[in-house]
């Protein structure tokens, strides 16, 4: 089993920029494929972005590519989404989730391991 600690969130304003990270422990997250997902108040979980267990594909949502990046270190046992040119929408907590298939998913049901949450607040 693996222990997921997510941080780097904050209050922004819209533009601006945020890193958030992702730490595990308990097992060593080369062995995940991990995603980020995000939730706004009212609304379904969704996801943000997704890596591969060795960090050489990356997906992301149409509402985010070009703005945000996945990226990780396997040797720091941590995940990372770079957060740049951010808008109001962008506002909602922020998880990242680990799934043990290969396999790419898009949904929240697909992912094994989730941490508490981070939240992202982006004023106008």
């Known amino acids: 089993q693996v222990q997921l600690v997510e941080s780097g969130g904050g209050l922004v304003q819209a533009g601006g920029s945020l890193r958030l990270s992702c730490t595990a422990s308990?097992?060593?997250?080369?062995?995940?494929?991990m995603g980020w997902f995000r939730q706004a108040p009212g609304k379904e979980r969704e996801f943000v972005a997704a890596?591969?267990?060795?960090?050489?594909?990356?997906y992301h949502a149409d509402s985010v590519k070009g703005r945000f990046t996945i990226s990780r270190d396997n040797a720091k046992n941590t995940v990372y989404l770079q957060m740049n040119s951010l808008k109001p929408e962008d506002t909602a907590v922020y998880y990242c989730?680990?799934?043990?298939?290969?396999?790419?998913?898009?949904?929240?049901?697909?992912?094994?391991?989730w941490g508490q949450g981070t939240q992202v607040t982006v004023s106008s």
């Open positions: 989730a680990a799934r043990q298939r290969r396999v790419v998913s898009f949904y929240v049901n697909d992912y094994d391991y």
């Open positions: 308990g097992r060593t997250l080369s062995n995940y494929l």
């Open positions: 890596i591969s267990r060795g960090g050489t594909n990356t």
